[in-house]
């Protein structure tokens, strides 16, 4: 049961860093929306609902983890949600990503008032490397590939790629869904003339 358990955990584990990430372009009040004001909700406690509106660059479908009182999808990917004025944060959810905890603008929520997120959706990409000789050794951000393809995330990440009796090379690379195929070829060390010259006195 023990082994069972371990065996779980790993492969939570392992899907949670390869996950998905939001990523936050705007929070704050809007106080242009009267959305909170024009169709009140009420939370437990008999008070006026704080408002959340959310809206993300891609079409997912988005949750909270608090208890909400209402929501309503205005668009694809847009979201108003009725949360209580009381929370301190709010964590934001959605099928294959990780949660993004936000906390809320100056240390609580108003009530009656709407408040505006907009957030972006990083994903893993493939990333391809064909390195010639084919069995040099392949490092991205210091863990050791076994494969030449594998996830990364969108960004910049430090490679290594060495083998014996060739120069090694260290690079940064920028990984994007456009840019995520990468061509090496090693270039053999040379050989000191001092050597060469030791060699044919031998």
């Known amino acids: 049961m023990k082994f069972l358990k371990e065996i779980i955990f790993v492969l939570l584990y392992a899907g949670f860093l390869g996950a998905r990430t939001f990523s936050v372009l705007e929070f704050r009040e809007l106080p242009s929306d009267f959305k909170a004001q024009i169709d009140p909700e009420l939370d437990n406690d008999m008070n006026f609902c704080t408002v959340l509106r959310v809206e993300s660059t891609r079409a997912i479908d988005i949750s ?7 929501t309503e ?6 979201f108003y949600f009725y949360i209580s ?5 709010i964590t934001l959810r959605s099928p294959n990503y990780e949660p993004l905890i936000l906390e809320a603008p100056e240390g609580n929520f108003k009530p009656g008032t709407v408040y505006f997120l907009r957030v972006d959706t990083i994903d893993d990409v493939e990333a391809t490397f064909h390195i010639t000789p084919a069995d040099a050794l392949l490092r991205v951000d210091g863990n050791l590939w076994t494969s030449p393809k594998n996830k990364l995330s969108l960004g910049s990440h430090t490679i290594e790629i060495t083998k014996e009796g060739y120069e090694a090379v260290y690079e940064t690379l920028s990984v994007n869904p456009r840019s995520n195929s990468f061509n090496y070829i090693l270039t053999p060390q040379k050989i000191p003339q001092s050597s060469i010259q030791k ?3 031998q």
């Open 64 to 70: 909270l983890k608090e208890n909400v009182y209402r």
């Open 73 to 78: 999808k205005f668009s694809s990917g847009k």
């Open 85 to 89: 004025s009381r929370e301190k944060s």
């Open 199 to 201: 060699e044919i006195a």
